[in-house]
């Protein structure tokens, strides 16, 4: 896809300076103006804080380290060393009143588009919207610092000693999670096995799973013993058009040997081969010829049928694989951790096993490195039992890792000024030091509130009976005293089970295919389909044609990529002469459409849509550098984005245009409608789908979803209900942000996250939205 290209010299968001520079003259008078203004005077206006992003098209996705970067730099600042943002620019950071994060639990932008016409409040405020990657086990710590320990009532991180501390007496180790999970003595490995409900939570593939019907079952149905052979699996993964697919499988025994280590094409095309964690480049998978069915065949007739498996959050490799396998030891939960916390694979191996793994001088992760490490610490844990891996006292040793190594006659004051210097200017490439911390340490106490545990934090005032209404009053009262605050609310678990999330999936799919279908007619019974795919093809890029003769006179059902080449085809054709007949040109009736016209006002009408033109047409010979060229005449034109085809890569007869100023984009409108007076083959219209939709529409549209028939009545009627339901609380839940909103200082960032969903029932990227506040 083609990314948002600027044109006729605008500025993109640089990293730099916090503010800009005020001319001498500027200055000279601000001076003037502090010794001889009447105190009585107008006081001069305060600087506000100002955020500028150039998200357009493939510049719309960002990482969630991206997102960390943003919210160290707006917490701490230029003073404290931290960088601008390098996707974004924060003008006048220090002038900022503080930072709120908005955290909606489990949801994803599936939620925000299904239910878009109660998001009322999100669509119209913020300027700035952007695509997460699905949500990982760990989102909340990833947006702060990874496995950040913020308690503090820890004694460790005033200690200026921690020897002493390593081991826990015997009366502290009744408390450690480890020994409150499995007991303290010794057992079998058939006790460590994930047990069904396990599997279940922690999404598993599993035989009749949702999702799963066409996943490989490996057939190890033995029954499980002491002595059954264990096998370390890791796989690294590429994100592609589908999703993430496996791209790099290891294998090995209970010796350690390797018995598998292959590289694997992916089915779809590679849109990012993440080399700085699965170490795959284009050039290295380019020769590769093995398939993903070749893997699973393979692994297959390798596993014995008492065969145990072990990795480290092995659910996602099982998932990428595509597979089912019944016995499974998880040495990301075996380690067990208090709130849901999971260590990360390369401290266990240093901490455990004093093996240092996933080293930054490699070109990223070692699968068979990694299987290993997770079978060593697997056997370590059979072998010691729970007690001897308690007595390790891993929190511990994973807080100290993380302090300066200053000598013992140092005072606590001086130890927190080292740690804040050496985290803040850390190297990126290195682990992400937890800013949390240094606001902490500078006497700026974070605020942490939801109703589930927060991730990594000891500062979240956890009560699992707390209602969005109580947190929501909460923060009225606490966020004004706090400069930095994360509030997550939530849904209750009905509401976001898999298989309601499937059953909003499909629905949403089915009204989008509506909305890209349009039907046109009648023709006559000879009219040349060539002539009417050409018309309609100058509307935008068509996926599909077909002639429906059902009727007594043929019609042509046309299905369009996007939604404004089909909005464009019903406003410009309907009662047109096409192929020698005046025909009419509509969309399908049915109960998903009613509101349609509603919806498309209000796509129009969003605040990402403002100042964004959809131009088709376009011949497929021209390049980004003719379009700009060919643009180039149209006032005030910030980006060019020309989206392409996630399959074949090729761009479509379509482009969008982003201008500097609303009424700009409606002289290019007029401008471009003149032009095809003259006869240019140009059509163009008002954005419907901001430019982080377009993917996110692709990939619905093309996925592979059920038919309509597919959903039992019943079920349905249960779906419908619980939609009801969810339609009352997101639109309760957008008012409850719209009153935080308000209540917030001018120039404070406000940044809303749905972190997106991501399991064997199926993956939905996150979304985010963000604007400071000026009223």
Same mark, same amino acid.
């Given at each position: 896809?083609?990314?948002?290209?600027?044109?006729?010299?605008?500025?993109?968001?640089?990293?730099?300076?916090?503010?800009?520079?005020?001319?001498?003259?500027?200055?000279?008078?601000?001076?003037?103006?502090?010794?001889?203004?009447?105190?009585?005077?107008?006081?001069?206006?305060?600087?506000?804080?100002?955020?500028?992003?150039?998200?357009?098209?493939?510049?719309?996705?960002?990482?969630?380290?991206?997102?960390?970067?943003?919210?160290?730099?707006?917490?701490?600042?230029?003073?404290?060393?931290?960088?601008?943002?390098?996707?974004?620019?924060?003008?006048?950071?220090?002038?900022?009143?503080?930072?709120?994060?908005?955290?909606?639990?489990?949801?994803?932008?599936?939620?925000?588009y299904?239910?878009?016409?109660?998001?009322?409040?999100?669509?119209k405020?913020?300027?700035?919207?952007?695509?997460?990657?699905?949500?990982s086990?760990?989102?909340?710590a990833?947006?702060?610092?990874?496995?950040?320990?913020?308690?503090?009532?820890?004694?460790?991180?005033?200690?200026?000693?921690?020897?002493?501390?390593?081991?826990?007496?015997?009366?502290?180790?009744?408390?450690?999670?480890?020994?409150?999970?499995?007991g303290g003595?010794?057992?079998?490995?058939?006790?460590?096995?994930?047990?069904?409900?396990?599997?279940?939570?922690?999404?598993y593939?599993?035989?009749?799973?949702?999702?799963?019907?066409?996943?490989?079952?490996?057939?190890?149905?033995q029954?499980?013993?002491?002595?059954?052979?264990?096998?370390?699996?890791?796989?690294?993964?590429?994100?592609?058009?589908?999703?993430?697919?496996?791209?790099?499988?290891?294998?090995?025994?209970?010796?350690g040997?390797?018995?598998?280590?292959?590289?694997?094409?992916?089915?779809?095309?590679?849109?990012?081969?993440?080399?700085?964690?699965s170490?795959?480049?284009?050039?290295?998978?380019?020769?590769?010829?093995?398939?993903?069915?070749?893997?699973?065949?393979?692994?297959?007739?390798?596993?014995?049928?008492?065969?145990?498996?072990?990795?480290?959050?092995?659910?996602?490799?099982?998932?990428?694989l595509?597979?089912?396998?019944?016995?499974?030891?998880?040495?990301?939960?075996?380690?067990?951790?208090?709130?849901?916390?999971?260590?990360?694979?390369?401290?266990?191996a240093?901490?455990?096993?004093?093996?240092?793994?996933?080293?930054?001088?490699k070109?990223?992760?070692?699968?068979?490195?990694?299987?290993?490490?997770?079978?060593?610490?697997?056997?370590?844990?059979?072998?010691?039992?729970?007690?001897?891996?308690?007595?390790?006292?891993?929190?511990?040793?994973?807080?100290?890792?993380r302090?300066t190594?200053?000598?013992?006659?140092?005072?606590?004051?001086?130890?927190?000024?080292?740690?804040?210097?050496?985290?803040?200017?850390?190297?990126?490439h290195?682990?992400?030091?937890?800013?949390?911390?240094?606001?902490?340490?500078?006497?700026?106490?974070?605020?942490?509130?939801?109703?589930?545990?927060?991730?990594?934090?000891?500062?979240?005032?956890?009560?699992?009976?707390?209602?969005?209404?109580?947190?929501?009053?909460?923060?009225?009262?606490?966020?004004?005293?706090s400069?930095?605050?994360?509030?997550q609310?939530?849904?209750?678990?009905?509401?976001?089970?898999?298989?309601?999330?499937?059953?909003?999936?499909?629905?949403?799919?089915?009204?989008?295919?509506?909305?890209?279908?349009?039907?046109?007619?009648?023709?006559?019974?000879?009219?040349?389909?060539?002539?009417?795919?050409?018309?309609?093809?100058?509307?935008?890029?068509?996926?599909?044609?077909?002639?429906?003769?059902?009727t007594?006179?043929?019609?042509?059902?046309?299905?369009?990529?996007?939604? #404004?080449? @089909?909005?464009? /085809?019903? !406003?410009?054709? +309907? =009662?047109?002469?096409?192929? %020698?007949?005046?025909?009419?040109?509509?969309?399908?009736?049915?109960?998903?459409?009613?509101?349609?016209?509603l919806?498309?006002?209000?796509?129009?009408?969003?605040?990402?849509?403002?100042?964004?033109i959809?131009?088709?047409?376009?011949?497929?010979?021209?390049?980004?550098?003719?379009?700009?060229?060919e643009?180039?005449?149209?006032?005030?034109?910030?980006?060019?984005?020309l989206?392409?085809?996630?399959?074949?890569?090729?761009?479509?007869?379509?482009?969008?245009?982003?201008?500097q100023?609303? #009424?700009s @984009?409606?002289? /290019?409108? !007029?401008?471009? +409608? =003149?032009?095809?007076?003259? %006869?240019?083959?140009?059509?163009?219209?008002?954005?419907?789908?901001?430019?982080?939709?377009?993917?996110?529409?692709?990939?619905m549209?093309?996925?592979?979803?059920?038919?309509?028939?597919?959903?039992?009545?019943?079920?349905?009627?249960?779906?419908?209900?619980s939609?009801?339901?969810?339609?009352?609380?997101?639109?309760?839940?957008?008012?409850?942000?719209?009153?935080?909103y308000?209540?917030?200082?001018?120039?404070?960032?406000?940044?809303?996250?749905?972190?997106?969903?991501?399991?064997?029932?199926?993956?939905?990227?996150?979304?985010?939205?963000?604007?400071?506040?000026?009223?």
């Amino acid at each position: 896809m083609a990314k948002g290209v600027c044109v006729n010299g605008c500025k993109r968001p640089r990293g730099g300076g916090e503010d800009v520079e005020e001319p001498q003259g500027a200055r000279k008078k601000r001076r003037l103006g502090d010794a001889g203004v009447c105190p009585n005077g107008p006081k001069p206006k305060e600087k506000s804080s100002r955020l500028s992003a150039a998200l357009f098209g493939e510049d719309c996705e960002i990482s969630h380290d991206q997102v960390y970067e943003l919210l160290k730099y707006a917490a701490l600042g230029k003073r404290h060393n931290a960088t601008q943002p390098s996707w974004c620019h924060i003008y006048h950071q220090s002038h900022l009143a503080g930072v709120v994060v908005i955290v909606l639990h489990e949801m994803s932008q599936l939620h925000f588009y299904k239910f878009y016409l109660q998001f009322k409040h999100l669509r119209k405020v913020f300027q700035h919207r952007f695509t997460l990657p699905p949500s990982s086990a760990n989102f909340l710590a990833n947006l702060y610092g990874e496995e950040a320990n913020l308690n503090p009532q820890n004694s460790a991180r005033g200690s200026t000693s921690t020897s002493s501390q390593c081991i826990p007496n015997s009366s502290d180790l009744q408390w450690d999670p480890i020994i409150q999970k499995y007991g303290g003595e010794k057992r079998g490995l058939t006790s460590y096995t994930l047990t069904l409900e396990e599997l279940k939570k922690n999404d598993y593939p599993m035989k009749g799973s949702p999702g799963c019907e066409d996943y490989m079952y490996t057939e190890c149905d033995q029954q499980r013993t002491d002595s059954s052979p264990l096998f370390g699996l890791d796989c690294e993964m590429c994100l592609t058009a589908k999703g993430n697919e496996v791209t790099h499988v290891s294998l090995v025994d209970a010796q350690g040997r390797c018995l598998l280590n292959e590289l694997v094409k992916p089915e779809s095309r590679i849109v990012n081969y993440r080399t700085r964690f699965s170490g795959i480049t284009r050039k290295i998978l380019l020769p590769v010829k093995t398939k993903l069915a070749d893997i699973q065949t393979r692994l297959k007739k390798m596993l014995p049928h008492d065969a145990v498996l072990v990795g480290h959050s092995l659910n996602a490799d099982l998932q990428a694989l595509q597979m089912i396998h019944p016995s499974v030891i998880d040495t990301s939960l075996l380690f067990a951790r208090n709130e849901g916390r999971r260590f990360k694979l390369k401290f266990l191996a240093k901490a455990v096993l004093g093996k240092e793994i996933q080293c930054e001088q490699k070109l990223g992760h070692d699968p068979a490195e990694d299987a290993r490490a997770s079978l060593e610490l697997a056997q370590f844990f059979i072998e010691q039992g729970p007690a001897k891996v308690a007595e390790l006292n891993l929190e511990m040793l994973l807080t100290t890792e993380r302090l300066t190594e200053v000598s013992q006659n140092k005072s606590a004051l001086q130890l927190q000024q080292n740690t804040i210097q050496r985290q803040l200017n850390e190297p990126p490439h290195l682990s992400k030091p937890c800013f949390l911390d240094c606001l902490q340490m500078t006497g700026q106490k974070p605020l942490l509130l939801g109703r589930q545990e927060l991730d990594s934090s000891g500062l979240c005032q956890s009560n699992l009976s707390t209602s969005n209404k109580q947190i929501l009053q909460r923060a009225l009262k606490d966020v004004p005293l706090s400069t930095f605050s994360i509030i997550q609310f939530s849904l209750d678990p009905e509401y976001v089970a898999p298989h309601l999330l499937a059953g909003i999936c499909e629905k949403v799919r089915i009204k989008l295919t509506d909305m890209l279908t349009i039907y046109a007619g009648p023709f006559d019974e000879s009219f040349c389909l060539k002539s009417v795919k050409k018309e309609f093809g100058r509307c935008g890029p068509i996926r599909s044609l077909t002639v429906v003769t059902e009727t007594y006179q043929p019609y042509v059902c046309i299905q369009y990529e996007v939604l #404004e080449a @089909a909005q464009l /085809a019903v !406003e410009s054709l +309907n =009662g047109a002469e096409v192929a %020698g007949v005046c025909i009419k040109v509509q969309r399908p009736v049915s109960g998903t459409m009613l509101d349609c016209d509603l919806l498309i006002k209000e796509l129009e009408l969003d605040i990402e849509n403002e100042g964004v033109i959809y131009v088709a047409g376009l011949k497929k010979s021209l390049t980004e550098t003719d379009l700009q060229e060919e643009f180039s005449q149209l006032k005030d034109l910030e980006a060019l984005f020309l989206p392409r085809d996630l399959q074949s890569g090729k761009h479509r007869n379509c482009c969008f245009l982003k201008f500097q100023k609303s #009424e700009s @984009a409606v002289d /290019a409108l !007029e401008v471009i +409608n =003149g032009w095809a007076r003259k %006869g240019s083959r140009l059509r163009s219209r008002k954005a419907l789908a901001p430019g982080h939709l377009w993917r996110w529409i692709w990939q619905m549209d093309h996925g592979n979803g059920k038919q309509r028939g597919d959903i039992l009545c019943e079920e349905k009627e249960q779906q419908s209900d619980s939609e009801q339901e969810l339609r009352k609380k997101l639109k309760k839940l957008d008012q409850h942000i719209r009153k935080l909103y308000r209540s917030l200082q001018n120039n404070t960032l406000c940044v809303v996250l749905f972190p997106g969903v991501n399991s064997i029932h199926g993956s939905q990227a996150g979304l985010g939205l963000m604007g400071i506040k000026d009223d």
